[in-house]
């Protein structure tokens, strides 16, 4: 009787830790929806969905002409494409010409100046070897300068076949004190490209998930990894050069130079774990399923 009873009690103290796990709440999908800053789904047009700061989307016809900025989209090369996204509508690029398309950075982001962390997630549909036209390609560009000086990025290099890159450039007076030769051609500017992605997965007529994922920067120990379609590619670590921003200035550029479909682009204010990218990844509504 007595081994009956410590065989009973040996089975339940070792079921009930997997009884209460299963019991357990997951609570990943509210943990992205309380961290999000910015989601733009483009299924309603270009204004953000969700927005801390600025849901607006302004069209330029240049950086330095901000003043003329045009709230909505204003050029004839980029549109709403009807049932062509990820989910839903999609953003379609279809030339590389002059002007820009942004987001306000301020409170869509959630930049620091002592410990800044955040994670960019948008999905993306194109064949880059036929699709985009000679020289580089930014996606994404935020900053409040330029590629070179405080920004982070992803970009397809010039020429194919095309590389994929992730881009966390501090100040630019901080990395390059004595300008010499166009900066994308600097070997300390190429050093701090990573990772680089050869052959990258992206295909006509499918779609690929990008994640920016970066933690402590303005700090002596930054990183950022870059994860696509769920998977970690690449992670630069110890980034210790400053991120200075004016932060009235500083804009998420879309589309700089692109050609193609983009979905889905959605901003947080920390970095994420991998069950939370995988997630993000997976959701089957994207992120508008967050909401729901």
Avoid at 33 to 38: A, E, I, P
Avoid at 112 to 126: E, K, R
Wanted: aromatic share 12%; charged share 20%; proline share 5%.
């Amino acid at each position: 009787m007595q081994n009956q009873t410590f065989i009973k009690l040996v089975i339940f103290f070792g079921v009930l830790p997997m009884l209460l796990a299963s019991c357990a709440k997951d609570t990943t999908q509210a943990d992205l929806k309380s961290s999000l800053t910015l989601y733009a789904s483009f299924d309603k047009g270009v204004q953000a969905d969700f927005a801390l700061g600025d849901a607006n989307l302004y069209t330029v016809p240049s950086r330095k002409a901000r003043d003329s900025a045009q709230v909505g989209l204003h050029k004839p090369d980029i549109s709403i494409a009807k049932d062509k996204g990820r989910y839903g509508d999609g953003l379609l690029f279809t030339e590389r010409s002059r002007g820009n398309i942004y987001y306000p950075s301020a409170k869509n982001i959630a930049y620091n100046t002592s410990d800044w962390s955040g994670a960019i997630s948008f999905w993306l549909s194109l064949d880059p070897a036929t699709d985009l036209k000679p020289g580089y390609c930014d996606p994404i560009q935020i900053t409040d300068v330029s590629y070179n000086d405080a920004s982070i990025w992803v970009d397809f290099t010039k020429e194919n076949p095309r590389d994929f890159r992730l881009g966390v450039i501090g100040d630019r007076d901080v990395w390059n004190p004595t300008p010499n030769g166009p900066d994308n051609e600097n070997p300390i500017f190429i050093k701090q490209l990573e990772p680089v992605v050869k052959n990258p997965p992206f295909r006509k007529g499918e779609w690929t998930h990008i994640l920016i994922n970066f933690s402590n920067l303005n700090t002596e120990n930054g990183q950022a990894s870059l994860y696509m379609n769920g998977e970690l590619k690449g992670t630069r670590k110890n980034i210790s050069d400053p991120f200075t921003w004016e932060l009235d200035k500083s804009n998420i550029y879309l589309g700089l130079g692109y050609i193609g479909l983009m979905d889905e682009l959605s901003i947080f204010n920390r970095n994420l774990s991998d069950k939370e990218i995988s997630t993000l990844y997976t959701l089957e509504n994207g992120v508008q399923s967050l909401f729901e």
